[in-house]
Nanobody, 122 residues
Framework: QVQLVESGGGLVQPGGSLRLSCAASGPIFSINAMGWYRQAPGKQRELVAR???????NYADSVKGRFTISRDNVKNTVNLQMNSLKPEDTAVYYC????????????????WGQGTLVAVSS
């Protein structure tokens, strides 16, 4: 089965940086868009950044200029470089991908990672 595994979360002081990574594995034919979402306590999950297989990336207004999303189509990975972190960035961050499965039907799946906690606090 197709899986996404995130890494790189942790505790950081305001103004600090973290880099999140996500690796896709399994019977993958191709990956369309990949993205990062986050969910803070008591709030709905929201899009942070998204990168299609080709074309422009898009970011939530709250992270523009501070976060950068990138992907490696050979390694099937997506990264999120987070700089100038603020306490309001504290959330569980989830990796997301639209995957075409390498099976007889070329099935399409939306896959989520298990989440990684980012805590910004002094």
């Amino acid at each position: 089965q197709v899986q996404l595994v995130e890494s790189g979360g942790g505790l950081v002081q305001p103004g600090g940086s973290l880099r999140l990574s996500c690796a896709a594995s399994g019977p993958i034919f191709s990956i369309n868009a990949m993205g990062w979402y986050r969910q803070a306590p008591g709030k709905q999950r929201e899009l942070v950044a998204r990168i299609p297989s080709g074309g422009d990336t898009n970011y939530a207004d709250s992270v523009k200029g501070r976060f950068t999303i990138s992907r490696d189509n050979v390694k099937n990975t997506v990264n999120l470089q987070m700089n100038s972190l603020k306490p309001e960035d504290t959330a569980v961050y989830y990796c997301n991908a639209g995957v075409t499965v390498r099976d007889f039907y070329r099935s399409s799946l939306e896959v989520w990672g298990q989440g990684t906690l980012v805590a910004v606090s002094s």
